[in-house]
């Protein structure tokens, strides 16, 4: 299938990628040559108004969402990649992996601070490496996927295949459930 998007190597660009999210590309060696980015209206950044400008289908875009649970006063981050016509199970999948009694979405402050990206840019590539990358099944089994790249005024194109051979990734079963129609 064939985007509305104008692909570049993702190393040639890296003024349209957050500084920890280059870092992280320019590390994986032979593997960030698969890696490329495309350059966006960032006010088209949000996922339904992207995929629909762009050409994108939903089952190739997926979201990455940060969590924050506690656990005996101790805060605990994660994050969940899913295709975009899931969502995260945020209250089950994610809350049991976390071993937390409560998860929620991290505050924009909390997404933002702690990972050098901009809001509804956030990507799995540069997040702190304390913090555990839940990928769910689908979205490791694609060939490619249509993912955030730390800012919002582009969009980076990888593999699932790359994505589960970054080191805090977890590849999960069932870590997300169907968006109802």
């Known amino acids: 299938m064939s985007y509305a998007l104008t692909l570049v190597p993702a190393l040639d660009r890296p003024d349209l990628l957050a500084p920890p999210v280059a870092d992280v590309i320019a590390g994986l060696g032979p593997a960030a040559a698969g890696i490329q980015v495309a ?21 190739e875009s997926a979201n990455c969402v940060l969590i924050a649970g506690k656990r005996a006063g101790e805060s605990r981050m994660a994050a969940a990649l899913v295709l975009a016509t ?25 997404a933002t601070g ?22 769910d099944a689908a979205v490791a089994a694609a060939p490619r996927v249509v993912i955030g790249s730390g800012v919002r005024r582009s969009k980076l194109v990888i593999s699932g295949a790359t994505l589960v051979g970054l080191p805090t990734v977890t590849v999960v079963d069932e870590l997300a459930v169907p968006v109802a129609p």
């Open 114 to 135: 702690g990972t050098g990206m901009e809001y509804g840019g956030i990507t799995p590539l540069g997040l702190p490496a304390e913090w555990p990358v839940y990928l």
């Open 86 to 110: 899931t969502r995260a199970d945020v209250n089950g999948a994610v809350r049991r992996l976390l071993d937390v009694r409560k998860a929620s979405f991290a505050s924009r402050d909390a």
């Open 39 to 59: 350059e966006i209206d960032p006010e088209l950044a949000d996922t339904a108004a992207f995929c629909e400008r762009y050409q994108v289908p939903l089952d």
